[in-house]
């Protein structure tokens, strides 16, 4: 093959990339549920503990459709898992969809983030503990920036319905530093709350810069020790 039949080729398909349109498959998140009757207590990056605890606020299709909470990651990391201190649980089986977005202001609704993940799935079977906690696990890590703040939104999907799940909010020290965030016409306008849900985040922190700097002569000298040996 000659430079000439080359180029042309290579001209060719270059034309034909700029035509056909290509996109990356996307594939719908999964997000699964377990219960517990405790706190988690491992892997916590944030959690948000409103020290004065209210009755359970009551998320349902017929008068609320949507809640959502802020939260401020401390330090790098890579979320995994939500976890909410739960009361009854009416809405058995009940699909749901689970949404991160990241805010630059406290007072910014979810409308006014930046979607960062979406995932589906559905609630359990059977009554939980009661009170206990529920416990979203996120088939993607989503990553989390030291300093900014983020917000999840929890919303029904599907038929209407009017069964429900209990979740406890307080007041307190918290409240000043978090805003919770309702809706009763699908995300169309929210309200917000000075109550705030209980609510941990879960997942791996990223080292920071000193440390891994601190690591490298570990790594190194691991490295060099199996290069020896070998």
Same mark, same amino acid.
Do not use: C
């Given at each position: ?30 997000? /699964? ?10 892997? +916590?990056?944030? $959690?948000? @503990? ?5 009755? =359970?606020? %009551? &998320? ?7 809640? #959502? ?6 330090? !790098?990391?890579?979320?995994?898992? @939500?976890? @909410? ?20 202001? +406290? ?8 979607? +960062? ?25 989503? =990553? ?10 929890? $919303?029904?999907?599907? !038929?209407?319905? /009017?069964? %429900? ?7 307190? =020290?918290? $409240? *000043?530093?978090?805003?919770? &965030?309702?809706?009763? !016409? ?10 705030? *849900?209980?609510?941990?985040?879960? #997942? ?17 000298? =691991?490295? @060099? ?6």
């Amino acid at each position: 093959m000659n430079s000439s039949t080359k180029r042309f080729l290579v001209h060719l398909f270059a034309g034909l990339f700029a035509i056909v349109p290509f996109s990356t498959p996307v594939f719908a998140a999964v997000v /699964t549920v377990s219960t517990s009757g405790e706190a988690p207590v491992s892997n +916590i990056l944030t $959690s948000v @503990l409103p020290p004065t605890t209210a009755t =359970a606020y %009551s &998320w349902s299709k017929a008068n609320l459709s949507q809640f #959502g909470q802020t939260f401020r990651a401390p330090g !790098d990391g890579s979320m995994e898992k @939500l976890t @909410l201190k739960t009361g009854t649980l009416g809405a058995k089986n009940a699909p749901f969809t689970l949404n991160i977005y990241r805010v630059e202001n +406290i007072t910014d609704a979810p409308s006014a983030g930046t979607s +960062i993940y979406t995932g589906t799935g559905t609630l359990p079977a059977s009554q939980p503990p009661n009170p206990g906690y529920m416990t979203f696990t996120l088939d993607t890590p989503v =990553a989390l920036a030291a300093g900014k703040l983020y917000l999840f939104t929890l $919303s029904y999907v599907g !038929d209407p319905q /009017t069964v %429900s799940l209990g979740f406890f909010r307080g007041t307190g =020290a918290d $409240s *000043g530093s978090n805003v919770f &965030w309702t809706s009763t !016409d699908n995300g169309v306008t929210f309200a917000s709350s000075p109550s705030i *849900g209980y609510l941990y985040i879960q #997942g791996s922190a990223i080292p920071e810069a000193n440390t891994a700097m601190l690591l490298l002569p570990a790594i190194a000298g =691991a490295a @060099l020790l199996i290069r020896h040996r070998r």
